[in-house]
């Protein structure tokens, strides 16, 4: 199993950044793959970004060029750098990592960006 925790989240004024951690249980080495998801109110959750064991990275078109993830294998943690945030980025941001073949999900981190 993995805990995932993440951090970071509050509120934010249009076009401030802000930066989710989130800290697994396990080391980073071991786990395939982890990304960050978000959900508004009424909306499905939306996949952001992904980051594989190798450090390869994706991107969904809605946040390319403004949000970055990244990996600290040495903290175990991994990070969303979001910036010139938007009222439409408003919603709990969930970490995701996929460890032997399961999926494991984070409590979520409320991220609320006025305009």
């Known amino acids: 199993q993995v805990q995932l925790v993440e951090s970071g989240g509050g509120l934010v004024q249009t076009g401030e950044s802000l930066t989710l951690s989130c800290a697994a249980s396990?080391?980073?080495?071991?786990?395939?793959?982890m990304g960050w998801y978000r959900q508004a109110p009424g909306k499905q959750r939306e996949l952001l970004a992904t980051?594989?064991?190798?450090?390869?990275?994706n991107y969904a078109d809605s946040v390319k060029g403004r949000f970055t993830i990244s990996r600290d294998n040495a903290k175990n943690t991994v990070y969303l750098q979001m910036s010139n945030l938007k009222p439409e980025d408003t919603a709990v941001y969930y970490c995701?990592?996929?460890?032997?073949?399961?999926?494991?999900w984070g409590q979520g981190t409320q991220v609320t960006v006025s305009s």
């Open positions: 995701n990592a996929d460890y032997n073949y399961e999926s494991y």
């Open positions: 396990r080391s980073s080495f071991s786990i395939s793959a």
């Open positions: 980051i594989t064991r190798g450090g390869r990275t």
